[in-house]
């Protein structure tokens, strides 16, 4: 379980249990349709079989009146007997509304008595979740729909809380044709967690549309009293023992540059654990002119698997602004920035003025914000002026991202690339230097990006740089990238590879856990979603190849090359100084331009090929057992 948001203490509690768990080119290289391959059950087709089973109103089950002693006994561990019976009633109407959707939003409007409605909607009393098939009941048993559904994407709620969104092509469905599952089973969380609906867009939403304040919840009809007691007990623990830890002294308050340079040093030294489990506000604007800067945690290059000194914590800027921070160095480091690595959540902050270069070789992931994000980063801007500057992995609200960056916002920024490559040799493989760069993230490998937008200019200063973009240099092994806009220049004025007005390189495999065992990553899309993203670019990129005005390539990566999937984007500009490069992507091969609006030129002229001409692949260095050679034939 997971506390992901609060908008109020009783909103809180509520949000704690429902997070429990918590255009077709003609190209013959571009195909049309691709299939996943699975040699075992998807994450979302096991949930399915997870949760099979009929299931009953959460709430209506453990309200009974005759669970009352459980709910008290409960409560008394975290608040003493005195405040039992209020503490109690206090959480169980956080989750008992019984209004939601536009409704819910006047009657919330102006106050802090929020509550959820967890109950059924629609005239459904009962669900019975047979693998694919889902039906429910209504009061006398008697099928209130019945449909075969099949999984679409990963799906997240507003950026809260990520599940699995599930369709039927039934064209009766109405209020059931999607349904989106939280990852919680009876096994793990004693109950379930759900949204259904005929909008996708508004199921994605929590305080706003059609099922604001709404996510159904389920316990098995055939439920015991054991797992009644284990599920109270679980939402019980998770909120009040999150409260009695905040009154103990895990909300940090930072005003002032002195306790922000105490703070970041109290990260990286371990000594504090990375603040796992606090949250941290700023109280202030804080000004760290003059400050000799330590980025708030890193990574121990003699142990890596030490995160005790990673800031692992909620880092919440309460919409206050960091300024005029400069950190510079020449030693390797991995993850640089106001924050350094981040295993923990960033929010609601401004930074500007940002000044970091990491010169050293071997060093990587370096922003403006965050160096390394393996957390989640949201509800952040950079404004002002600022110039980012490493050799691999260099963006503005990240350097190096595996996980969810969302609805952050860069202006004003100058992302430098450093190093110098060579490939003459004939094969274009990376080499972790002059290596990704972009103005939200340098490189992503994993993870969900959406509702981010970037102004600034790309830079490298070296021989043949690699994954350039306006976004990212790098949004590889991604499920979606969605809602993104940049007005990006790209400047490369000594050959390169890779680039791209949104990011320079792209793509998921057909395997979908390729990546699993090597680096944690799994990917559900094949091939991954760029979905209306608009882009406005700039390119002088002498010499340059495997360059696109939206996508410059997809990557060769354990046997084949990665693929994207481009629906309802645009992008317009000037490409000057490239070779063979498309208005669209620069190489694509197994992907799918399904709709991109594109008015490019190029060394003046309009271009109309949508797909640039290149006779070879753009390569990662980590491959399988004899993949070098099959990539070499």
């Given amino acids: 379980m997971k506390r992901l948001v609060t908008i109020s203490a009783v909103l809180a509690m509520a949000v704690s249990l429902c997070a429990c768990g918590s255009e077709s080119s003609s190209s013959d290289s571009v195909k049309t349709e691709a299939t996943t391959v699975a040699e075992k059950l998807s994450p979302a087709d096991q949930l399915l079989e997870d949760v ?61 008595n929020i509550q959820f409605d967890c109950f059924f909607i629609n005239g459904v009393k009962q669900f019975v979740f047979n693998g694919s098939n889902i039906s429910g009941l209504d009061d006398s048993g008697k099928k209130v729909f019945e449909h075969e559904y099949k999984f679409v994407k990963n799906f997240s709620l507003g950026g809260m809380m990520d599940g699995y969104l599930y369709e039927t092509s039934d064209k009766d469905a109405g209020e059931f044709r999607y349904f989106l599952m939280m990852p919680d089973t009876p096994a793990s969380t004693y109950h379930i967690e759900f949204r259904y609906g005929s909008d996708m867009d508004a199921l994605a939403e929590y305080d706003k549309g059609a099922y604001a304040y709404w996510l159904a919840a389920g316990i098995p009809a055939d439920c015991d009293e054991k797992l009644i007691t284990d599920c109270i007990t679980l939402f019980a623990e998770e909120n009040l023992s999150e409260m009695t830890e905040q009154k103990s002294g895990d909300k940090i308050e930072i005003g002032t540059a002195e306790e922000l340079t105490a703070f970041a040093k109290s990260v990286s030294d371990g000594s504090k654990d990375g603040y796992a489990g606090k949250t941290v506000v700023l109280t202030n604007d804080i000004d760290c002119t003059d400050i000799e800067w330590t980025p708030i945690g890193t990574m121990n290059l003699e142990n890596m698997e030490d995160h005790s000194c990673m800031f692992q914590g909620v880092f919440d800027g309460q919409g206050h602004k960091i300024s005029n921070v400069t950190y510079t160095t020449n030693t390797p480091v991995c993850g640089a920035g106001i924050i350094g690595m981040n295993l923990g959540e960033v929010k609601n902050l401004t930074a500007e003025n940002i000044n970091i270069r990491c010169t050293d070789t071997f060093s990587m992931a370096v922003g403006a914000v965050v160096g390394y994000n393996m957390g989640e980063i949201h509800d952040v801007v950079l404004t002002g002026e600022n110039e980012i500057a490493g050799v691999n ?88 990238v969605s809602d993104c806009t940049a007005d990006v220049e790209i400047i490369s004025a000594k050959g390169g590879h890779a680039i791209g007005g949104l990011c320079g390189y792209s793509g998921t495999h057909s395997k979908g856990d390729v990546a699993l065992k090597t680096e944690g990553i799994e990917t559900h899309e094949y091939p991954g979603i760029i979905k209306n993203c608009n882009i406005t670019v700039k390119m002088n990129v002498t010499n340059a190849t495997h360059v696109g005005g939206l996508i410059g390539t997809g990557l060769y990566y354990y046997g084949e090359e990665t693929a994207f999937k481009i629906i309802d984007c645009s992008v317009n500009g000037e490409i000057v100084g490239a070779v063979t490069p498309g208005a669209v992507a620069g190489r694509a091969e197994n992907s799918v331009i399904e709709s991109c609006e594109a008015s490019i030129t190029y060394d003046g002229s309009e271009l109309t090929d949508k797909i640039g001409k290149t006779d070879k692949m753009y390569e990662s260095a980590d491959q399988g057992e004899n993949e070098e050679e099959k990539s070499a034939a």
């Fill in 52 to 112: 099979k089973g009929t299931y009953d109103e959460l709430f209506t089950v453990i309200c009974d009146p005759k669970y009352d002693q459980i709910w008290l006994d409960n409560c008394g561990k975290f608040v003493g007997k005195d405040m039992a019976e209020s503490t109690a009633e206090m959480l169980k109407n956080s989750c008992t509304g019984n209004v939601y959707g536009e409704e819910a939003v006047k009657a919330y409007a102006n106050t802090e």
């Fill in 393 to 480: 992995a260099v963006g503005g609200i990240a350097g190096g991202s595996t996980k969810h960056v969302h609805d952050c916002k860069v202006d004003g920024t100058t992302v430098k690339v450093l190093g110098d490559n060579d490939f003459s040799s004939g094969r274009i493989i990376q080499c972790d230097v002059a290596e990704c760069g972009g103005l939200i993230i340098g490189g992503s490998f994993g993870g969900t990006m959406e509702n981010c937008t970037a102004k600034g200019k790309i830079v490298a200063e070296g021989n043949e740089p690699v994954g350039l973009g306006g976004i990212a240099g790098c949004l590889e092994m991604m499920d979606s």
